[in-house]
T-cell receptor
C-alpha cells in the first residue's frame, strides 16, 4: 500500500510533538471530508471525518479542522508516536457527485525517535 | 483485517495474459469501488458500483473490465495490459454511496506488475 516513488510532501516531527497536516480541496460543493492513513503494505484506513456544517471535530488524539471559506482541511495529531508514521490523505465527497470520494495527493509523516 | 479481502496480494502478468482480481466484503455494504494507486499519481477512482449497478466508469480503458455479481463481490478482469498499468489496485466498500458515515473501508490491495 505504499506510494513508493510518488513525490509527496513530507512532514518530519519529533516523537511526542504535535503534527499538523494540511489539505486544500477544490470543490466548494463538497459536503463531507475524511482523513485516511496509509501504512506501508496496507490500504488506506479511516481516521476521522467531518461534515461541511461543522468546523471542528475531535477524536482520540486527532482533530480535524475545516475552513470552508478558504477550502482548507487540516489534521492535527497530538503527541505524535512512531506508529503514526504513514502517508495521510484527505478525501472529499462533492455534493453534486455524492456517490464517490475524491482523494488528495497525500502527505508523508515521518516521526523521529 | 479490515473486512475487505483482496486476492491475490501480488500478481505478475505478461501483456498478453488474462487475469482477474477479486474483492470480497462481508460488511453488509451497498457500494463497492476500484481504485488505482501508482507511483506517478495518487489514488484514482476507476469504477463505482451501487447495489450491484455500475454508476461510474472514470474513463478507464476497456482492457479493464469490472464485474459485480452481488453486493459482496467485485472483480476486475484484466487483458492485454500495458507496463504502465503496473500499480496497486485497491478495492473499497461503503455503507452508503460517497462514503457518508465512516467513509470507505479498503482492502490491502493487489500489487500488479505487467511485464
Amino acid at each position: 500500500g505504499e506510494s513508493v516513488g510518488l513525490h509527496l510532501p513530507t512532514l518530519s516531527v519529533q516523537e511526542g510533538d504535535n503534527s499538523i497536516i494540511n489539505c486544500a480541496y477544490s470543490n466548494s460543493a463538497s459536503d463531507y471530508f475524511i482523513w485516511y492513513k496509509q501504512e506501508s503494505g496496507k490500504g488506506p484506513q479511516f481516521i476521522i471525518d467531518i461534515r461541511s456544517n461543522m468546523d471542528k471535530r475531535q477524536g482520540q488524539r486527532v482533530t480535524v479542522l475545516l475552513n470552508k471559506t478558504v477550502k482548507h482541511l487540516s489534521l492535527q495529531i497530538a503527541a505524535t508516536q512512531p506508529g503514526d508514521s504513514a502517508v495521510y490523505f484527505c478525501a472529499e465527497t462533492p455534493m453534486d457527485s455524492s456517490y464517490k470520494l475524491i482523494f488528495g495527493s497525500g502527505t508523508r509523516l515521518l516521526v523521529r525517535p | 483485517e479490515t473486512g475487505v479481502t483482496q486476492t491475490p496480494r501480488h500478481l505478475v502478468m505478461g501483456m498478453t495474459n488474462k487475469k482477474s482480481l477479486k474483492c470480497e466484503q462481508h460488511l453488509g455494504h451497498n457500494a463497492m469501488y476500484w481504485y488505482k494507486q501508482s507511483a506517478k499519481k495518487p489514488l484514482e477512482l476507476m469504477f463505482v458500483y451501487n447495489f450491484k449497478e455500475q454508476t461510474e466508469n472514470n474513463s478507464v480503458p476497456s482492457r479493464f473490465s469490472p464485474e459485480c455479481p452481488n453486493s459482496s463481490h467485485l472483480f476486475l478482469h484484466l487483458h492485454t495490459l500495458q507496463p504502465e498499468d503496473s500499480a496497486l489496485y485497491l478495492c473499497a466498500s461503503s455503507q452508503e454511496p460517497g462514503g457518508y458515515n465512516y467513509g470507505y473501508t479498503f482492502g490491502s490491495g493487489t500489487r500488479l506488475t505487467v511485464v
